[in-house]
């Protein structure tokens, strides 16, 4: 298939062409490094700190949408088709600050300064969404950027005032022009780029994507990059060939049918919000505290199944809701109820050559309950040390059916099937909960690491299963408590 073999993309008005450009490199080390653009600043190069936090923005139909994410573990060729925005664009040609900056400097928002370009460009985010200038949103907004000197009032106060009295500023004004600039760099065809030996590939279609992963079985699968780019950063793996997802338009879709959603793998976690969180609160409190906002900007829940860790935060309310995965090799589709995808530690069903082309997610009946629970030693954007989620359906006050997912107690995400089979067709009342309990020592024998010891998580996941139980059988729905 014809392919372009030159990446495209708008930086400072103008639109950036390479074409020998190294497919894994960072694009904080192209800013800092080629570009000698040391604004955004290295912290932790593992997507925790925020630090390197730059603005990125996409064509979506008639307007562009502009979203922070971590350039740190951010592939240079994954900003095809981008306009991107560093720290150094926001000065306006007066010399100005931009009304951020200029309310952080009036709120006393930045001591060593480190964190404080992260900071700014996520409240740029901010000031081009329509967050409302509140602290529980921006809090949220902010929760990918660490400061250790400041201290988060100052920050916050000063997003609440930038976000309060917004004017047009610069990029406002610029908008038509880099419009009719991003459409002419639109990435409606394939990307093949070659470094060295290194390859990377950016289909445009699924057809394209299953026709190249046919060709290149052994290529590595980039979504958002959000585990894959630790393995660069991290773990200075070599990538010989990568083939990128997010150019394919047709796996970016939320579709919802009378009784299921349909979600394209590549959709991105900020995207799949307001579907699942409104379909499903818990689910939608699960994402809120999934990474911080520039992972959820790029992560995708596609690439949390594929990913296989027995700690993901999806798959537990996915197994829970009885998920399954539509299969792409070449033409052929097979569909696979999640819980035959994972197979054992980070072995999963994929066959080489087959990619996870979307995610089937049943809708909740009339009498149906789902139930998440996150634990993690942080609030927010914290890995689970255990992960729970609990559906089930009742006929008056019997349990007509259930399913359990848990995360953190196995080497997989998994059901856990011989205490479902005890509450099936039980009463919904304590003595019932209460004979569950030991079988949730049968299902699962978990291990101790630096998250949580085995005896924790059994009792966690004990008492998880009793709270459940108070949560659906009191008449006043309270939420016990933030934590177990
Ligand atoms: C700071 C930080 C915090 C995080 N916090 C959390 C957290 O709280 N909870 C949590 O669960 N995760 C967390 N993660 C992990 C990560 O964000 C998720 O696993 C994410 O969903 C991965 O999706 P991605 O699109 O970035 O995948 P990528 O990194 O692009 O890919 C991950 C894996 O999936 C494969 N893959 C991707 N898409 C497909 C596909 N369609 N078909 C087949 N294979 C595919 C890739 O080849 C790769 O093996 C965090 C990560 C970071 C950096
Ligand atoms: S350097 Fe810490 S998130 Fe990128
Ligand atoms: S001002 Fe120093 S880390 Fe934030």
Same mark, same amino acid.
């Given at each position: 298939?014809?392919?372009?073999?030159?990446?495209?993309?708008?930086?400072?008005?103008?639109?950036?062409?390479?074409?020998?450009?190294?497919?894994?490199?960072?694009?904080?080390?192209?800013?800092?490094?080629?570009?000698?653009?040391?604004?955004?600043? &290295?912290?932790? /190069?593992?997507?925790?700190?925020?630090?390197?936090?730059?603005?990125?923005?996409?064509?979506?139909?008639?307007?562009?949408?502009?979203?922070?994410?971590? $350039?740190?573990?951010?592939?240079?060729?994954?900003?095809?088709?981008?306009?991107?925005?560093?720290?150094?664009?926001?000065?306006?040609?007066?010399?100005?600050?931009?009304?951020?900056?200029?309310?952080?400097?009036?709120?006393?928002?930045?001591?060593?300064?480190?964190?404080?370009?992260?900071?700014?460009?996520?409240?740029?985010?901010?000031?081009?969404?329509?967050?409302?200038?509140?602290?529980?949103?921006?809090?949220?907004?902010?929760?990918?950027?660490?400061?250790?000197?400041?201290?988060?009032?100052?920050?916050?106060? !000063?997003?609440?005032?930038?976000?309060?009295?917004?004017?047009?500023?610069?990029?406002?004004?610029?908008?038509?022009?880099?419009?009719?600039?991003?459409?002419?760099?639109?990435?409606?065809?394939?990307? /093949?780029?070659?470094?060295?030996?290194?390859?990377?590939?950016?289909?445009?279609? $699924?057809? #394209?994507?299953? !026709?190249?992963?046919?060709?290149?079985?052994?290529?590595?699968?980039? !979504?958002?990059?959000?585990?894959?780019?630790?393995?660069?950063?991290?773990?200075?793996?070599?990538?010989?060939?990568?083939?990128?997802?997010?150019?394919?338009?047709?796996?970016?879709?939320?579709?919802?049918?009378?009784?299921?959603? &349909?979600?394209?793998?590549?959709?991105?976690?900020?995207?799949?919000?307001?579907?699942?969180?409104?379909?499903?609160?818990?689910?939608?409190?699960?994402?809120?505290?999934?990474?911080?906002?520039?992972?959820?900007?790029?992560?995708?829940?596609?690439?949390?199944?594929?990913?296989?860790?027995?700690?993901?935060?999806?798959?537990?309310?996915?197994?829970?809701?009885?998920?399954?995965?539509?299969?792409?090799?070449?033409?052929?589709?097979?569909?696979?109820?999640?819980?035959?995808?994972?197979?054992?530690?980070?072995?999963?069903?994929?066959?080489?050559?087959?990619?996870?082309?979307?995610?089937?997610?049943?809708?909740?009946?009339?009498?149906?309950?789902?139930?998440?629970?996150?634990?993690?030693?942080?609030?927010?954007?914290?890995?689970?040390?255990?992960?729970?989620?609990?559906?089930?359906?009742?006929?008056?006050?019997?349990?007509?059916?259930?399913?359990?997912?848990?995360?953190?107690?196995?080497?997989?995400?998994?059901?856990?099937?011989?205490? &479902?089979?005890?509450?099936?067709?039980?009463?919904?009342? &304590?003595?019932?909960?209460?004979?569950?309990?030991?079988?949730?020592?049968?299902?699962?024998?978990?291990?101790?690491?630096?998250? $949580?010891? !085995?005896?924790?998580?059994?009792?966690?996941?004990?008492?998880?299963?009793?709270?459940?139980?108070?949560?659906?059988?009191?008449? $006043?729905?309270?939420?016990?408590? #933030?934590?177990?």
């Amino acid at each position: 298939m014809d392919m372009r073999n030159t990446l495209r993309f708008l930086h400072r008005g103008q639109v950036r062409s390479l074409a020998n450009v190294d497919p894994t490199q960072t694009v904080l080390r192209f800013l800092r490094e080629t570009d000698g653009l040391t604004g955004t600043k &290295e912290g932790c /190069a593992e997507g925790d700190c925020g630090a390197c936090t730059v603005v990125v923005g996409r064509l979506q139909g008639e307007r562009v949408e502009y979203r922070a994410l971590n $350039s740190c573990i951010m592939f240079l060729p994954t900003l095809d088709g981008c306009h991107l925005l560093t720290v150094e664009d926001l000065r306006a040609p007066d010399d100005a600050l931009h009304p951020v900056q200029q309310a952080m400097v009036d709120q006393h928002g930045s001591q060593c300064g480190f964190c404080t370009p992260g900071f700014v460009m996520s409240l740029f985010a901010a000031y081009h969404s329509d967050l409302p200038p509140e602290r529980q949103p921006l809090a949220d907004a902010l929760a990918g950027n660490l400061c250790r000197c400041t201290g988060y009032r100052p920050i916050l106060d !000063a997003g609440i005032a930038a976000l309060s009295d917004k004017q047009p500023d610069q990029l406002a004004q610029d908008q038509s022009e880099v419009i009719r600039q991003l459409r002419e760099i639109a990435p409606t065809d394939g990307l /093949a780029l070659e470094n060295a030996g290194k390859h990377f590939f950016a289909p445009a279609t $699924s057809d #394209e994507l299953a !026709a190249l992963l046919s060709d290149h079985p052994d290529a590595q699968i980039l !979504a958002g990059g959000t585990d894959v780019g630790l393995w660069v950063t991290k773990e200075h793996r070599r990538l010989d060939t990568v083939i990128y997802l997010g150019n394919v338009r047709d796996l970016q879709t939320v579709t919802e049918t009378p009784d299921a959603f &349909e979600i394209g793998t590549m959709v991105t976690y900020t995207d799949a919000f307001d579907t699942l969180a409104t379909a499903f609160p818990d689910m939608g409190e699960l994402l809120r505290r999934l990474g911080g906002l520039q992972v959820r900007n790029a992560g995708t829940i596609g690439g949390n199944i594929a990913n296989a860790s027995p700690i993901g935060d999806t798959p537990p309310p996915l197994l829970a809701l009885g998920a399954t995965l539509v299969l792409r090799h070449g033409p052929d589709r097979r569909t696979l109820p999640l819980e035959d995808y994972f197979k054992s530690y980070r072995q999963t069903a994929l066959a080489p050559g087959e990619f996870i082309e979307g995610i089937h997610i049943p809708k909740l009946g009339p009498h149906d309950e789902l139930r998440v629970y996150k634990i993690s030693k942080r609030f927010d954007q914290d890995i689970s040390a255990v992960c729970a989620a609990f559906w089930l359906r009742k006929s008056g006050q019997k349990i007509e059916d259930v399913r359990i997912g848990f995360g953190g107690m196995a080497a997989i995400p998994k059901r856990a099937h011989q205490t &479902e089979q005890l509450l099936r067709g039980a009463a919904w009342n &304590e003595a019932t909960m209460e004979r569950a309990l030991p079988a949730l020592d049968r299902d699962f024998s978990p291990l101790t690491d630096f998250r $949580s010891s !085995a005896e924790y998580r059994r009792v966690i996941a004990r008492n998880l299963l009793r709270k459940f139980f108070v949560e659906t059988t009191t008449s $006043s729905p309270a939420r016990v408590l #933030e934590y177990a």
